[in-house]
C-alpha cells in the first residue's frame, strides 16, 4: 500500500484496516453503530470507540468519563480521509475530558489510521436504533438530552447488520433493500455479477419471492452492490438466501474467462447505473 502526503487524493482510504469494506459501510450506509479500536503501544494502547457520527457534526470527542470517540461520517478537510481521521483522534486522546474536537484544519503530514491503530485487533460493528452513545454513562440525562436522542433517533433509517454474511446491511427506506460492500477490485465484483445477472442468477432467492438486483455504488474506492427486497422482508429472512447468493458470488468472482456476448450486455447495464459517492 502506497503513502500519501496530506495533499494527496486516496481513492481508498480504508486500504490495509480489517474488515475495510465495513469501514465504508459505515462511512457510507449505516446511520447508527459503533466499533472498538485501540491505538498502538506507540500511541498509548488507548481503547477507543468509532462511532458514525456526532452532535454538533464533531470529528471527535473526549468525553467527561474519559471515553474517546471519534466519528467517521465528519467533514474530509484534505485529500486522505485516514489522515483526517488519525489527526482528530490523536487530538481527542490528548484533550481534556469534556473536550469536543472539530474537523482538524490541517493534518499536515502526520500519522494515518493504519500507523495509529492496532490493526491485529479485529473490527467488529454493532448497529444501533439511536444514538445513546453520545451520552456519559455518569451524565445526568436531563429531559432536553432525552429529547434530543429520541428526535434524532427517529429520523434514523432502520438498519441492520445480517449475521454470517460479511460486510452486508438491510436497511427500510421506502422499500427495503440489501447493501453488500465488496472488498474486491472494482471489475472483478462488476464482472461476476454480470455473469450472473446474464445467468438470472443474480437475485436473492427467498421464499416469497426474490430481491431484484438493483444496481451498485462506489464508495470510498470499493463497490457496494445494492438488491431490492419484496415489500415487508425482514432483516432475518435475508441471512441464508444472502449466504446461498454470495456462493454463486465467489463462484463466479472465481472465474477468469472472458464475458460472453450476454455477459458484456449485463455488464454495460450494470455499469451505466453505477454511481459515485465520493
Same mark, same amino acid.
Given at each position: 500500500?502506497?503513502?500519501?502526503?496530506?495533499?494527496?487524493?486516496?481513492?481508498?482510504?480504508?486500504?490495509?484496516?480489517?474488515? &475495510?469494506?465495513?469501514?465504508?459501510?459505515?462511512? &457510507?450506509?449505516?446511520?447508527?453503530?459503533?466499533?472498538?479500536?485501540?491505538?498502538?503501544?506507540?500511541?498509548?494502547?488507548?481503547?477507543?470507540?468509532?462511532?458514525?457520527?456526532?452532535?454538533?457534526?464533531?470529528?471527535?470527542?473526549? $468525553?467527561?468519563?474519559?471515553?474517546?470517540?471519534?466519528?467517521?461520517?465528519?467533514?474530509?478537510?484534505?485529500?486522505?480521509?485516514?489522515?483526517?481521521?488519525?489527526?482528530?483522534?490523536?487530538?481527542?486522546?490528548?484533550?481534556?475530558?469534556?473536550?469536543?474536537?472539530?474537523?482538524?484544519?490541517?493534518?499536515?503530514?502526520?500519522?494515518?489510521?493504519?500507523?495509529?491503530?492496532?490493526?491485529?485487533?479485529?473490527?467488529?460493528?454493532?448497529?444501533?436504533?439511536?444514538?445513546?452513545?453520545?451520552?456519559?454513562?455518569?451524565?445526568?440525562?436531563?429531559?432536553?438530552?432525552?429529547?434530543?436522542?429520541?428526535?434524532?433517533?427517529?429520523?434514523?433509517?432502520?438498519?441492520?447488520?445480517?449475521?454470517?454474511?460479511?460486510?452486508?446491511?438491510?436497511?427500510?427506506?421506502?422499500?427495503?433493500?440489501?447493501?453488500?460492500?465488496?472488498? &474486491?477490485?472494482?471489475?472483478?465484483?462488476?464482472?461476476?455479477?454480470?455473469?450472473?445477472?446474464?445467468? $438470472?442468477?443474480?437475485?436473492?432467492?427467498?421464499?416469497?419471492?426474490?430481491?431484484?438486483?438493483?444496481?451498485?455504488?462506489?464508495?470510498?474506492?470499493?463497490?457496494?452492490?445494492?438488491?431490492?427486497?419484496?415489500?415487508?422482508?425482514?432483516?432475518?429472512?435475508?441471512?441464508?438466501?444472502?449466504?446461498?447468493?454470495?456462493?454463486?458470488?465467489?463462484?463466479?468472482?472465481?472465474?477468469?474467462?472472458?464475458?460472453?456476448?450476454?455477459?458484456?450486455?449485463?455488464?454495460?447495464?450494470?455499469?451505466?447505473?453505477?454511481?459515485?459517492?465520493?
Amino acid at each position: 500500500m502506497a503513502s500519501s502526503s496530506a495533499t494527496d487524493f486516496v481513492l481508498r482510504p480504508f486500504e490495509g484496516l480489517p474488515s &475495510e469494506p465495513d469501514w465504508v459501510a459505515m462511512r &457510507e450506509i449505516v446511520p447508527s453503530a459503533t466499533a472498538p479500536l485501540r491505538t498502538t503501544a506507540e500511541h498509548g494502547s488507548r481503547d477507543v470507540l468509532l462511532v458514525t457520527i456526532l452532535p454538533g457534526g464533531y470529528a471527535a470527542m473526549h $468525553r467527561p468519563d474519559g471515553t474517546v470517540l471519534l466519528a467517521l461520517q465528519g467533514v474530509l478537510s484534505t485529500g486522505d480521509l485516514s489522515r483526517d481521521l488519525a489527526a482528530a483522534l490523536l487530538e481527542a486522546i490528548d484533550a481534556e475530558p469534556g473536550t469536543a474536537i472539530p474537523t482538524p484544519a490541517d493534518p499536515s503530514d502526520g500519522p494515518r489510521l493504519q500507523d495509529v491503530l492496532d490493526l491485529s485487533a479485529p473490527f467488529e460493528v454493532t448497529v444501533h436504533d439511536g444514538y445513546d452513545y453520545w451520552v456519559d454513562a455518569t451524565a445526568e440525562r436531563t429531559a432536553d438530552v432525552e429529547a434530543s436522542l429520541s428526535e434524532a433517533a427517529e429520523a434514523t433509517i432502520p438498519t441492520v447488520k445480517i449475521p454470517g454474511v460479511e460486510s452486508a446491511y438491510w436497511c427500510r427506506m421506502s422499500r427495503e433493500f440489501v447493501r453488500w460492500a465488496r472488498p &474486491e477490485p472494482e471489475d472483478q465484483v462488476v464482472d461476476a455479477i454480470a455473469r450472473l445477472h446474464a445467468e $438470472r442468477r443474480s437475485a436473492i432467492a427467498l421464499p416469497d419471492g426474490e430481491g431484484r438486483f438493483l444496481g451498485m455504488f462506489r464508495a470510498a474506492g470499493i463497490v457496494v452492490p445494492v438488491w431490492e427486497l419484496p415489500r415487508g422482508t425482514e432483516a432475518a429472512d435475508v441471512e441464508a438466501p444472502l449466504a446461498e447468493l454470495g456462493e454463486r458470488l465467489a463462484e463466479a468472482l472465481a472465474v477468469t474467462d472472458p464475458l460472453d456476448a450476454n455477459q458484456r450486455r449485463a455488464r454495460a447495464g450494470i455499469v451505466s447505473r453505477q454511481v459515485t459517492l465520493r
